[in-house]
């Protein structure tokens, strides 16, 4: 909409009815690998963190597949080792009597990435603090 001064009029008034909101769409595809810690630390000294690990994780594939479509997401569990999974059986991931290979998973996942040709490329890591860490 136009609107047009008057005659000696200096002073420029914005109203409501100026302004107009455009969403603009994310354009850009991302990678995304997502590593999902499955060792024992996830139920150790008594604590279930393997239903707050598994809420996250759904939720990122969720969002990421119902956001952003054109995203690329890989999944990666880890234990001793780490290995790729199918976004159909993420929510299925349990805890074994594994140790934490971060450093696995992290290789794994840029490799992964590293292969996506993709400008803008990420990694999330869902695991638990160390118990007692200070």
Known sequence: MRRSLSDGQTDV???EEDLAVHENEHATQCATALLVDC???MV???????D???????????LI????PKDRLNVIAFGDDAKEVPLKDVPYLNYGPYHTNTKAALEMGRKILLRIARADKQIFLITTAAHGAG
């Open 13 to 15: 008034t914005v109203r």
């Open 39 to 41: 060792s024992h630390s």
């Open 44 to 50: 150790l000294y008594g604590e279930d963190r393997n």
């Open 52 to 62: 707050a690990r598994a809420q996250s994780g759904d939720g990122l594939v969720e």
């Open 65 to 68: 597949q119902t956001r952003f």
